[in-house]
Every structure is written in C-alpha cells, then in structure tokens.
C-alpha cells in the first residue's frame, strides 16, 4: 500500500513538473496569435480574437525567410563537419592504438571547460586576417570547431563500450581499420551519433554570440540574430517577434521528433549487446 501510494505521488510529480514545462509553450502560443493592439490591452490576458495574421506579416518582411535559410545552412553544415571529424577522431584515438591517445583524449575534453566568449577576440582577429569575417564558411568553421571536444569525447567513449569480439570478427573477415568504421563501428553507434547531431543542432541553431559578431550583414544573419534585431526594431508590436520566436522551435523539434525513434531503438540494441 505504501509502496503504491509513493509511486502515485512519484507520478503526480512527475505529471506536475511535465506541465510546468509547457507554460513557455503555451505563453508563446497565446501570444503570437493575437493582434497587437490586443496584446497591449492585455499583455497576460488570452487572445479575444485568435489570428495567424503575424505569421503572415513575418514571411512579408523577407527578411525572415532568408534568416531562416541561413540557420538551416549553419546548423546543418556544422553539425555534419562535427559529426564527420568527431566519428574519425574518437575512431583514431581509440582503435589505432597510437601513442599518447590517452593523454590527447583527456586534453581534447579539457577543451569543453573554455567558454567560448573568451575565444570571441582571438578568433576575430584571426578570421579577420583570413577575410573570413561575414562568411558562411568562417562561421561554420567556428561552430564546428567548438562542438568537435565534446562530440570526440563522448564518441571515444562510446567506441569504447562496444565488444571487442564484434571488431576481432570484422578484422579476421579482413576488415582493416578503414572498412571497420562505416562498417562495423557507425551503425553501431547510432544512439551516440544522434545525440551528438541533436545537441550540436541546438547549439548551433540557437547560438546568438558568434552570429552577432562574425555574421554582421542582413543577408548573412541567421535566424537568431535576426529576430534580436526584429525585436529591436519592433519594440511595440510583441506577438510579432512572439510569432518568429514560435516559428524557430519549429525546425529544432521536428529534429528531434524525427531521431528520437533511431535514439531510442538504438539504446535498446546496446543494451542487449552489453547484456
């Protein structure tokens, strides 16, 4: 009886925190559908007369559908830069057996402690000298590079974990290193290298620092950085920017709606191999 009465309330807590969760959602919802003068009559009220009116006016402005295809452009080159290198680097560091791989990994996972503003001068600086300031190619280079410590650590990890009889299988077969990796290791690793292109989405499509200071013109800002100056330019009209503000989460969830799925069965398949 007590046991179930903990687990009820273990549940209902849980339910409690889940729905708490949904407030922003719901805030940002409400408000991007009402007209402004509604809003300004009651900024926490509900919208007395639903519209889709500001989603309209936000794809007329232009500009947002050019931010748009901006994030998409940087989130999705970075991340499969990151992913590539990191899935060949963690490979390197621990099947290769090359000296010090150890010591390199632990330096490679120092790197996650460096907060990336203090490389904001020394970076500018430097692309600055390379004409890479204001370029696709400059920004996606900077994301790449600061998501590669933490992807080749926790693939390292990973690649670890997998049964050594599984490779010694592919090796006998007369796999060398080359052929083990996309055949035996990556689809292998599938859990870990989508988790790896999720979170290197999210910080990629949601960064406004680095987007600010090496993506100055209009036509190079991504969608972050333009809704900051949308909501400089539109200080009154609130479910305006609300609006673009719910159309950015769009692309980032549906990403993870649409990996989820190969996450999850993926976990399942590990755990039945290390079992």
């Known amino acids: 009886m007590i046991a179930r009465l903990g687990r009820g309330i273990g549940r209902s807590a849980l339910w409690l925190l889940a729905?708490?969760?949904?407030?922003?959602?719901?805030?940002l919802v409400t408000t991007?559908?009402?007209?402004?003068?509604?809003?300004?009559?009651d900024p926490g009220g509900l919208p007395s007369?639903?519209?889709?009116?500001?989603?309209?006016?936000?794809?007329?402005?232009?500009d947002f559908v050019t931010w748009l295809g901006n994030s998409l452009l940087l989130t999705g080159a970075?991340?499969?830069?990151?992913?590539?290198?990191?899935t060949m680097a963690a490979h390197a560091l621990t099947y290769l057996e090359l000296p010090g791989s150890e010591l390199v990994l632990r330096l490679i996972a120092?790197?996650?402690?460096?907060?990336?503003?203090?490389?904001?001068?020394?970076?500018?600086?430097?692309?600055?000298?390379?004409?890479?300031?204001?370029?696709?190619?400059?920004?996606?280079?900077?994301?790449?590079?600061?998501a590669l410590p933490f992807a080749i650590y926790m693939l390292a990890r990973f690649f670890r974990a997998i049964p050594k009889s599984v490779l010694e299988a592919a090796r006998i077969d007369g796999a060398g290193p080359l052929r083990v990796l996309p055949a035996v290791v990556?689809?292998?690793?599938?859990p870990a290298i989508a988790t790896l292109a999720v979170v290197t989405a999210f910080f990629v499509w949601n960064d406004l620092l680095i987007a600010l200071v090496f993506l100055q013109s209009e036509e190079h800002r991504p969608l972050m950085a333009g809704l900051t100056t949308l909501a400089g330019r539109?200080?009154?009209?609130v479910p305006l920017v609300i609006g673009g503000v719910l159309l950015s989460i769009v692309p980032i969830v549906l990403l993870y709606l649409a990996s989820q799925r190969s996450m999850v069965r993926g976990l399942y398949a590990g755990s039945s191999r290390g079992g």
């Open 19 to 27: 729905g708490l969760t949904l407030v922003p959602l719901y805030f």
């Open 32 to 41: 991007a559908v009402r007209p402004g003068d509604d809003y300004a009559a």
């Open 78 to 86: 970075s991340t499969a830069i990151a992913i590539v290198v990191a």
């Open 110 to 146: 120092s790197l996650m402690v460096i907060p990336p503003i203090l490389l904001i001068v020394p970076l500018f600086v430097q692309f600055a000298s390379l004409d890479l300031i204001d370029s696709y190619l400059g920004a996606i280079l900077i994301y790449s590079g600061l």
């Open 234 to 237: 539109q200080t009154q009209d």
């Open 186 to 190: 990556v689809p292998l690793s599938k």
């Open 49 to 62: 007369r639903p519209t889709l009116e500001n989603f309209d006016r936000l794809f007329e402005i232009g």
